[in-house]
């Protein structure tokens, strides 16, 4: 009989962005492979109804305050949950936010603040992680990029696209720089998706060859398979979760 190299029984999680759609189906798939979840956002009030929601499952989670734009809110996070549970195991990143102004209306402000969140925000996450996975022995890092960050976005601003390719290649290169605390980086990139974040856009189908938008869930068995032992030997690299809309040569 093989071993389950998917249970993740007794490994300390980390999902940023856990108050969101994707950040929450997260947790709870996390949750329901053994994983022990310490969910972190801006949003206290979505945070409580992800615990509420985990722990309804039977699964462990605890909730941490957490803004990624502040290099500090996001050591104290990370400080606070390797004193709570010892140690650190898993990070998913998925903290981020949408913009939909075209290339001729992004501001500086809005550009700023979009590379802030969803870029500078991933590499915090990731530089303040390795030294906890490092003493653990290693771990697995996790990172929603977006389909947008592959082919230039549909509706999604320009300063969306380039925040998501920079994470392809960030992701890249934090794989590259830790090999020898045997941290492995990933990323999934999403493409259209039901989600609260994009509800009011009205997407169709069409063009997504498997006939349906995303779900939140899509998207999480996809993070569940690259934050286990699944996927041992994949590392510097991207599962897209597109329905086939986007296909890679
Ligand atoms: N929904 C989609 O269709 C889709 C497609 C591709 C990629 N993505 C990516 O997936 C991720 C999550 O998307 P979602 O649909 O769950 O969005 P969502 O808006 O439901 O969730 C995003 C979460 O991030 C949190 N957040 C925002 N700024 C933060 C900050 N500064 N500090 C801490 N937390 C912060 C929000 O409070 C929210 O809970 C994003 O990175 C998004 O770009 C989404």
């Known amino acids: 009989m093989v071993k389950d190299m998917g249970d993740l029984t007794g490994r300390v999680a980390i ?3 856990a108050a969101g759609g994707i950040g929450r189906a997260v ?8 994983a022990i979840i310490a969910g972190a956002d801006m949003n206290q009030e979505g945070l409580n109804e992800t615990i509420r929601l985990v722990e309804e499952a039977g699964g462990q989670m605890s909730g941490f305050p957490l803004n990624v734009m ?7 996070m990370m400080k606070s949950v390797d004193e709570k549970y010892g140690h650190i195991d898993i990070l998913v990143n998925v903290a981020g936010i949408l913009s939909g102004a075209r290339y001729d209306e992004v501001t500086t402000e809005m550009w700023d603040k979009m590379i802030d969140i969803n870029l500078r925000g991933y590499h915090y996450c990731n530089q303040s992680v390795v030294p906890y996975m490092a003493k653990n022995g290693g771990g697995s890092v996790v990172s929603i990029s977006s389909q947008a960050g592959q082919v230039g976005g549909w509706l999604g601003s320009v300063a969306y696209s380039a925040s998501k390719g920079g994470i392809l290649a960030l ?7 830790t090999q020898q605390y045997h941290i492995r980086f990933n990323d999934v990139a999403p493409g259209r998706m039901l989600t609260p974040m994009t509800a009011a856009r009205g997407d169709k189908p069409e063009g997504i060859p498997v006939g349906r938008l995303g779900t939140a869930q899509d998207v999480a068995n996809a993070v569940y398979f690259l934050a286990s032992d699944l996927s041992a030997f994949v590392d510097g690299t991207c599962i897209d979760v597109n329905g086939g809309e986007f296909m890679r040569s």
Do not use: D, N, P
Not at 70 to 76: F, G, H
Not at 171 to 177: E, F, L, N, V
């Open 70 to 76: 502040e290099l500090s809110s996001v050591q104290e």
């Open 15 to 17: 999902v940023t962005g």
């Open 27 to 34: 947790c709870e798939t996390l949750a329901m492979h053994g």
């Open 171 to 177: 992701t890249k290169g934090y794989a590259r720089q």
